[in-house]
């Protein structure tokens, strides 16, 4: 599998206080953002990096620098609820936007908006919490695919086997980094057993 989910005890930790439905949206902005940090440092724990001359304030010694721009597309709205995880962690990173809404009955994506900076040379995120059936996220790899990007991971924080099954299909060289694989998807489009509406519960829109 394409999936490399977070075996750590702090993602655990952090993954349940979202789950829990009493996290009201404060904290829930809060603990997405913490988990945030540990997605996107495995998320970029295969950059390659290069060496570079440095002194210490006792020596000259050899550091390493990332190889590659950052770029992180959220995919809207819910994938706003990482990118301050990434801008703190890369604070040079560009940012994109993938606005996409998904059609209630079918499921389907429909585009209102999209905005990349230059894809081609960098290491781009697609930040997409919530990995369901897969169709936003597909829809946005083709969308940075046809902007240029060859170098892509997703960034959710929990995925349902479906979605993961369909970007194996559509998608076999996207990594994906997860907190979480949940058990499925129910008969609305939630993952189970998931953490509800990730936008809905960053915003308040309950
Ligand atoms: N989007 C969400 O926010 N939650 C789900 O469970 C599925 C899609």
């Known amino acids: 599998m394409a999936i490399t989910t ?4 702090l993602a655990a930790d952090l993954l349940t ?7 009201d949206p404060p904290r829930f902005r809060q603990i997405a953002e913490r988990l945030g940090y540990l997605l996107v440092a495995e ?3 295969d950059m390659s990096t290069d060496e570079i001359d440095i002194e210490t304030p006792l020596e000259a010694t050899v550091g390493t620098r990332l190889h ?3 770029v992180a597309v959220a995919v809207l709205r819910a994938g706003l609820g990482l990118l301050s995880s990434v801008l703190t962690l890369v604070p040079d990173a560009a ?3 993938a606005g996409v809404q998904r059609d209630e009955e079918t499921a389907e994506p429909i585009e209102y908006y999209t905005k990349f900076p230059t894809l081609d040379k960098a290491r781009v995120l697609v930040l997409e919490p919530m ?3 897969g169709g936003s996220l597909s829809w946005a790899i083709d969308k940075v695919e046809e902007n240029g990007a060859r170098d892509i991971t997703a960034v959710c924080v929990v995925a349902a086997p479906e979605g993961v099954s369909k970007m194996e299909e559509k998608h076999p060289n996207v990594r ?3 907190a979480a694989l949940d058990r499925e998807l129910n008969e609305h489009f939630y993952i189970a057993p ?4 990730m936008g809905d519960r960053l915003f308040g829109t309950i």
């Not at 977070?6 to 005890?9: A, E, T």
């Not at 206080?17 to 996290?23: C, G, P, S």
């Not at 998931?194 to 509406?197: I, R």
Request: glycine share 10%; hydrophobic share 45%; charged share 20%.
């Open 6 to 9: 977070l075996d750590h005890p």
């Open 17 to 23: 206080i979202l789950r829990d439905k009493q996290t």
């Open 43 to 45: 998320a970029l724990s």
């Open 68 to 70: 590659r721009p950052v």
């Open 95 to 97: 940012i994109g936007f």
């Open 131 to 133: 990995l369901a059936t």
């Open 176 to 178: 994906i980094v997860a």
């Open 194 to 197: 998931g953490l509800g509406d």
